[in-house]
């Protein structure tokens, strides 16, 4: 059974950083696109940003551009979310995902292997 466990949650200020980490078990790490979504109270889930297998390429949502950076490390199966510049609007669950794919998907629907998910609030 594959599991994607997420940490780095937490209470942070406006304008401060958070680094999320999600580490994969018993998965073929290197050959699926990670990507991590969130989603706030009576919204959808929308991607964040998603990577591709070896990290040539990676794809952000508006909202979080030049903000936020994504990166993986296959030796260690984790994919990491640098979250800087933090606004209040960024207060969510942040879940990580995994698909079998080449290129990043922007569609939750798409990826059928999901982690727990953490919080993330961000107050003023």
């Known amino acids: 059974q594959v599991q994607l466990v997420e940490s780095g949650g937490g209470f942070i200020q406006v304008g401060g950083s958070l680094r999320l980490s999600c580490t994969a078990s018993t998965l073929a790490f290197s050959l699926y696109v990670m990507a991590w979504f969130r989603q706030a109270p009576g919204k959808d889930r929308e991607i964040v940003a998603g990577?591709?297998?070896?990290?040539?390429?990676?794809h952000y949502g508006d909202s979080v551009k030049g903000r936020f950076t994504i990166s993986r490390d296959n030796v260690k199966n984790t994919v990491y979310l640098q979250m800087n510049s933090l606004k209040s609007e960024d207060t969510a669950v942040y879940y990580c995902?995994?698909?079998?794919?080449?290129?990043?998907?922007?569609?939750?629907?798409?990826?059928?292997?999901w982690g727990q998910g953490t919080q993330v609030t961000v107050s003023s």
């Open positions: 995902a995994a698909l079998r794919a080449s290129t990043v998907v922007v569609r939750p629907g798409a990826y059928d292997k």
């Open positions: 990577i591709n297998w070896n990290g040539s390429s990676a």
